[in-house]
C-alpha cells in the first residue's frame, strides 16, 4: 500500500512557476514509476509526466515538454514536478501516481490555478 500527498497547488499569473510536491509512504517508493496527472473541469484526467524508478526515463506530454520538469529522490520518498512558463490551460487538478505492476495509486490531487 502506498499514501501519496500533493502539495504545492496554488494561484499564479499566466508566465509564472509552481512546484508541486508529492510525498509517499511506505518503504517501496524507489520501487514504483511515479507520475504526475492533471484533470480540468469537465474534462478528461490526462497524463502530464511520467519518471521510472531510478529516474533514468522521464516521460512528458507534448502540451507540457520545455515547460515542466519532473524528478524524484528515492531517498526522501519524493516525487516534484517544476512548471514554469505557466498558462491558463495548465489549470486543472494536479494529481500524483505511483504505479507498480498491477498496482496504481493516487493522490487526493492540489489545485492549480494559472489567470491570464
Known amino acids: 500500500q502506498v499514501q501519496l500527498v500533493e502539495s504545492g497547488g496554488g494561484l499564479v499569473q499566466a508566465g509564472g512557476s509552481l512546484r508541486l510536491s508529492c510525498a509517499a509512504s511506505?518503504?517501496?517508493?524507489?520501487?514504483?514509476?511515479m507520475g504526475w496527472f492533471r484533470q480540468a473541469p469537465g474534462k478528461e484526467r490526462e497524463f502530464v509526466a511520467g519518471?521510472?524508478?531510478?529516474?533514468?526515463?522521464?516521460y512528458y506530454a507534448d502540451s507540457v515538454k520545455g515547460r515542466f520538469t519532473i524528478s524524484r529522490d528515492n531517498a526522501k520518498n519524493t516525487v516534484n514536478l517544476q512548471m514554469n512558463s505557466l498558462k491558463p490551460g495548465d489549470t486543472a487538478v494536479y494529481y500524483c501516481?505511483?504505479?507498480?505492476?498491477?498496482?496504481?495509486?493516487w493522490g487526493q490531487g492540489t489545485q492549480v490555478t494559472v489567470s491570464s
Open positions: 501516481n505511483a504505479r507498480r505492476n498491477w498496482s496504481n495509486y
Open positions: 511506505g518503504r517501496t517508493f524507489s520501487s514504483y514509476a
Open positions: 519518471i521510472s524508478t531510478s529516474g533514468g526515463r522521464i
